[in-house]
């Protein structure tokens, strides 16, 4: 397939999806693991993958292992 093909197929997929599940909220039941793995993988991206990672648990200094 060329490219424009392949970017049309993924561009009408996504419009779909977008409006299929255009009336589910951003943030479910446990939104506060949604925050916490962005919040996770953020400090990841910074400092790298450690085995001790900087996780938002209940205030600086948040190094819990999990």
């Known amino acids: 397939m060329a ?3 392949i970017a049309l197929m ?3 997929i996504s419009i779909w999806l977008t409006i ?3 009336s589910q909220p951003l943030l479910g039941l446990h939104a506060f693991r949604q925050t916490q793995t962005a919040l996770t993988s953020y400090w990841a991206c910074k400092q790298g993958v450690q085995l001790s990672y900087w996780t938002p648990v209940a205030g600086f200094p948040w190094a819990i292992p999990f």
Do not use: D
């Open 3 to 5: 490219a424009g093909t």
């Open 10 to 12: 993924v561009l009408a």
């Open 20 to 22: 299929e599940f255009r």
